[in-house]
């Protein structure tokens, strides 16, 4: 067979600068496997690169290929790979950390220094039709999950980890404020969980929609600006009570606010939402009422689960797939997630036509 030698790749040059060009297929190092890519999602990360060229301190100085909700098929294998072969269908881990500091060896791997992320500047991401990676980040699907399942495994992930940090257990009652792509895997994870009761907010009708469906047993229409005592009142209404957990999904200082004041006494208010580094909250109250604060950073040892979770076909987190296209029409899929055109929710781009890598 002639060797393949399109390798093409999205790749983000600036601000508004997004580009498809051809680069070289990379070999796979003694530990990677190099993998056809079959889809990637568009995540509200990619969309603030292309917008505003940085997140935080992570700035986009030089070219940077796009992506990283990922799945492929592993195409070739480097020296010292044993856990893939060649044909097997997986999905890629973004993020892994330096394997030698306290927190990789302590398995919080998601908090080291020197983590190395797709498409988090300076690494390169993977919305391309090569792409190499660390074979142990690299999960193998069984037959019947589909790459795009696999792909959807990443924000899955983070909603695994939101929730081991709440603590959401049997019957909790959990809050989760917004229902974009990452509160609805929330809560897709909170009821997987055996959460009693979830009550998800937002401001878009057509999201809570979604997470209706998805299995929310309440949800709560927001308007910007609206006073917060009287969320936390209807909150408190509909749950009858204040919530155990609540996991703000937002990316507000209004959200994060409320996070704290809506949860019970004892309980935890978990913040996912990345907005502004510094906002004013209510900490007096968390500190008289003992409600914990905390953070979440992307997720670590979370992908199992996740992928059980899909496997088990009990949930269905497809549903957040509300726009496909193929890569040659990615500028059309960066505006429509950008701009949630046509209610759009997660956009997934397929690198090979869609279903080339799903069983029949
Ligand atoms: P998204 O923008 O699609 O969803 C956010 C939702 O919150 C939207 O539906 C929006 O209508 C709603 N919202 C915004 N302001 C609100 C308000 N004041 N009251 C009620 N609802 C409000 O984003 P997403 O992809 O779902 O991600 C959510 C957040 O999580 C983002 O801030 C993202 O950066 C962050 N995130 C964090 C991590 C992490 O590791 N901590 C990982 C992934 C994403
Ligand atoms: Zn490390």
């Known amino acids: 067979m ?21 680069r070289p297929i990379p070999t796979p190092k003694a530990d990677e496997v190099l993998l056809e890519m079959d889809c990637v999602g568009i995540c509200g990360s990619d ?4 917008v505003h060229g940085r997140i935080g301190d992570f700035i986009v ?37 330096c394997r030698v500091c306290d927190f990789c060896k302590g398995g919080q791997y998601n908090l080291c220094a020197d983590m190395i992320f797709c498409a988090t500047p300076p690494v390169d991401g993977n919305l391309a039709r ?41 019957g909790s009652n959990v809050l989760i404020l917004g229902a974009g792509p990452i509160g609805l895997v929330t809560l897709i994870v909170a009821k997987s969980m055996g959460a009693g009761k979830i009550v998800i907010t937002d401001l878009l009708q057509n999201r809570l929609d979604v997470a ?23 909150v408190h209404a509909l749950f009858g009570g204040a919530p155990d957990k609540t996991i ?37 109250n968390a500190l008289a009422r003992e409600v914990d604060i905390r953070g979440v950073f992307r997720y670590c040892n979370d992908y199992p689960a996740a992928l059980s979770l899909v496997a088990s076909g009990k949930i269905n987190v497809k549903r957040l797939i509300t726009h496909h296209f193929n890569i040659e029409k990615m500028a059309d899929a960066f505006n429509t997630s950008r701009h949630g055109l046509g209610g759009a929710i997660k956009v997934m781009i397929h690198v090979q036509p869609k279903d080339t890598n799903n069983s029949k």
């Open 248 to 284: 703000d999904c937002c990316g507000a200082e209004s959200t994060s606010r409320i996070s704290i004041l809506a949860t019970r006494s004892g309980g935890c208010a978990v913040v996912v939402g990345m907005g502004p580094s510094d906002v004013k909250l209510p900490l007096g």
């Open 130 to 170: 090569y792409y190499t990676h660390p074979a142990d980040f690299c999960h193998k699907l069984p037959p019947h999950v589909t790459m795009e399942e696999g792909a959807l495994l990443e924000p899955l992930a983070v909603g695994v980890h939101a929730c081991r940090r709440a603590g959401v257990c049997l």
């Open 212 to 234: 209706k469906e998805l299995g929310a047993d309440g949800t709560l229409l927001l308007e910007k600006g609206a006073n917060e005592t009287e969320i936390v009142k209807k």
């Open 2 to 22: 002639p060797e393949a030698k399109d390798n093409l790749t999205a790749v983000l040059y600036g601000i508004e600068d997004l580009r498809l060009e051809q």
């Open 47 to 50: 969309v603030h690169y292309l």
């Open 61 to 97: 100085k030089q070219p940077m290929a796009i992506g990283h909700e990922a799945s492929g098929v592993v195409s070739k294998l480097g020296a010292n790979v044993k856990n893939l072969k060649v044909g097997d269908r997986v999905a890629v881990e973004p993020g892994y950390g």
